[in-house]
């Protein structure tokens, strides 16, 4: 059987309580929640018949988030992939295509504009670019194609009052907050494998490399032999608007040879990702003074709540947290004293050694980083007055960002 770890809890309730809190601007946008459970089976796993489609998926329950390193002609950041879309295959690797053409939208930047969800706008204006600059008629095609195939993102499933699109909306915010657990680029730097113009690879080197970061085999793809895609593969518990995306190895290998890899450098008019590099345009701007470290300012998760004193994750009042350097390399402490990472594990508290953590703009927020990713996690959310440890990277079952906001 497939290896299987739940990452991108996305969880409906969770998700819900983030744009619910008083305390950022951003979470004043419209986002919409399905009301499905993520208990139950995950998608391609059912014993017995689902018959409530909108919180099952299914025929194309087996998704797989796909990315590209393009390097001929190079799009997006030097020191990222970047997203290619998500696909509902289904459960044997067949899949469908263009369901619906009753809802191939266009003009897909202006209903994330309209329907509050600039901030996913911006960072795909980023992120999920087309090879020829067609950044729009590319988000048609992944919606077109792919997104109308979803049963859990059926009109018919989404909250009644729902705006046309509304499902499509919930699809691109989806798709980026996956992404964002997924920094290939930066796992495969951590393990030392940087872009060459020299150096080629074993196939087996970088799937282990990034099977230590993630937990799970993904699919390389190369064209001859020089890769420039990835396939994650996930099972879904719940709505592909706010489930729990269950990562898993990948059901079959990808085309790249078993070594001769060959991983250039992006060229040419690429940025690479900085701080203040975020793409704002149309109307979108940063609203919490993303961009520039504050020197005090609290940590709140992107699913719900945030950290407290003791660097913990708890939906309780938030501590403040005092920095000291640069968005691009600073150090953290607490009234408990320093913050650190240690074995994976965040704290603060005295006896605490100082570690040097990193921050990225991504739309709006200013997302905290360690070591090149921005993913952080934990075994369970949080309520009442629970605190979980938080973790470095994505490996368990809760996947979170951390977004630093002034105060
Ligand atoms: C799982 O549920 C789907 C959707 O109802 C159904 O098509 C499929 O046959 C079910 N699988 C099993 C093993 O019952």
């Known amino acids: 059987m497939l290896a299987s770890l739940i990452v991108g809890a996305l969880a409906g309730s969770s998700l819900a309580k983030r744009f619910t809190s008083p305390v950022r601007p951003m979470d004043l946008v419209r986002r919409i929640s399905s009301g499905c ?10 014993t017995t018949q689902e018959t409530d489609l909108c919180c099952f998926e299914a025929p194309g329950g087996l998704l797989l988030q796909t990315q590209f390193w393009d390097t001929n002609p190079s799009t997006g950041p030097a020191n990222s992939w970047t997203i290619h879309g998500l696909w509902p295959d289904n459960c044997d ?5 263009d369901c619906d053409p009753s809802r191939d939208y266009t003009n897909i930047a202006g209903l994330l504009e309209a329907q509050g969800a600039s901030d996913t706008l911006s960072f795909m204006q980023e992120f999920w670019v087309d090879i020829n600059g067609q950044n729009e008629q590319f988000w048609e095609h992944e919606w077109s194609t792919h997104g109308t195939c979803y049963s859990t993102l059926e009109p018919s499933c989404l909250p009644s009052g729902s705006p046309t699109g509304a499902e499509a909306v919930a699809f691109f915010n989806t798709v980026v907050k996956l992404f964002q657990t997924l920094p ?6 951590n393990a030392g494998i940087t872009p060459s113009t020299s150096k080629t690879f074993t196939l087996s080197t970088l799937t282990s490399a990034l099977k230590a970061a993630s937990g799970v085999t993904p699919a390389l793809e190369c ?3 020089t890769l420039d895609a990835i396939e994650w593969y996930f099972n879904l518990k719940g709505s592909v608007i706010d489930g729990d995306f269950v990562m898993i190895d990948t059901p079959e290998s990808g085309s790249c040879p078993s070594s001769g890899i060959k ?16 793409t704002t345009s149309g109307g979108s701007s940063p609203t919490g003074g993303s961009g520039s470290l504050p020197s005090t300012g609290t940590i709140t998760a992107s699913t719900t709540g945030g950290l407290l004193t003791a660097g913990t994750w708890s939906t309780q009042t938030l501590a403040t947290y005092h920095f000291s350097g640069t968005v691009s390399s600073f150090t953290m402490t607490t009234s408990k004293g320093n913050c650190g990472v240690s074995s994976g594990t965040l704290k603060c508290g005295s006896g605490v050694s100082l570690s040097t953590f990193s921050a990225v703009s991504s739309g709006s927020d200013l997302l905290l980083g360690f070591q090149g990713s921005t993913a952080f996690s934990s075994d369970s959310t949080p309520s009442g007055t629970d605190q979980e440890t938080v973790f470095t990277g994505s490996s368990h079952s809760k996947t979170y960002t951390l977004a630093i906001v002034a105060s």
């Open 223 to 225: 064209s001859g032999s």
């Open 37 to 46: 459970s993520t208990s139950g089976p995950a998608s391609c796993h059912n």
């Open 93 to 97: 690797g067949t899949f469908m295509e």
């Open 263 to 278: 991983y250039p450098p992006k060229s040419g008019s690429t940025t690479t990702i900085t701080p203040t590099a975020t």
């Open 184 to 189: 290939t680029y930066d796992w495969l730097a």
